[in-house]
């Protein structure tokens, strides 16, 4: 299993350019989710998935969009880049069994980190 | 709306040195899970432990154990023995159990440890 896997790593964005970061996953999970890690901050939330065509907000919605056309893959779009999203994206999945063990309720991906200048 | 403070933006200690890092958390809910990440710089999200609120007894796994005092709304991290390989971001998150849905996490700002040889 690849587990969560974001593309691309890193990206450099001219202010009011479009892109979307991909994030696909192999696990089979229902739930997939897009963080924010700002410079010295905590993640937060921007938007989250339960299944195949449901997405809802998450803490940070604001200049993002997303789909969930399949059960593998939740890309995040950015239509309008801005100064203010230069940031580090996660895209997470999980599913109803991750209270067995003492696993992680998220699985990660490696994060892509967006300039926006 | 819950939220997750770590009041320690950096701490710095000597190879094998015990480290406390501390957090605090604001919540209503009575039913919830606390953990600890560790970010090393590669960006990848690692779970380092957990803990489930109904829980009285402290979690533990190898040099690291945690402090959760339920009433005064705080789980601090204790590393023992501490390895140059600990060095990295530490966050404290919090989940509401879902009783349903996504597993959505609130995480605190982050320390950013370093283990000096």
């Known amino acids: 299993n690849a587990g969560v896997t974001q593309t691309p790593k890193f990206r450099i964005l001219k202010i009011g350019q479009s892109m979307t970061l991909q994030c696909t996953q192999d696990m089979n999970h229902n739930y997939m989710y897009w963080y924010r890690q700002d410079p010295g901050m905590g993640l937060k939330l921007i938007y989250y998935?339960?299944?195949?065509?449901?997405?809802d907000k998450g803490e940070v919605p604001n200049g993002y969009n997303v789909s969930r056309s399949t059960t593998e893959d939740f890309p995040l779009r950015l239509e309008l880049a801005a100064p203010s999203q230069t940031s580090v994206y996660f895209c997470?999945?999980?599913?109803?069994?991750?209270?067995?063990?003492?696993?992680?309720?998220?699985?990660f991906g490696n994060g892509t980190r967006l300039t926006v200048t | 709306a819950q939220t997750v403070t770590q009041s320690q933006p950096e701490m710095s200690v000597q190879e094998a040195e015990t480290v406390t890092l501390s957090c605090t958390y604001d919540t209503s809910e009575n039913n919830y899970y606390l953990f600890w990440y560790k970010q090393p710089p590669s960006r990848q999200m690692i779970l380092v432990i957990r803990q489930e609120a109904y829980k009285q007894q402290n979690a533990t796994e190898n040099r690291f154990s945690v402090n959760f005092q339920k009433a005064a709304k705080s789980f601090s991290l204790k590393i023992s023995d501490s390895q140059l390989g600990d060095t990295a971001m530490y966050f404290c998150?919090?989940?509401?159990?879902?009783?349903?849905?996504?597993?959505?996490?609130?995480f605190g700002q982050g320390t950013r440890l370093t283990i000096n040889p």
């Open positions: 997470a999945s999980s599913s109803h069994l991750w209270e067995v063990g003492n696993n992680s309720p998220l699985h």
């Open positions: 998935s339960v299944g195949a065509g449901i997405t």
């Open positions: 998150a919090f989940m509401k159990r879902p009783i349903q849905g996504a597993q959505k996490l609130v």
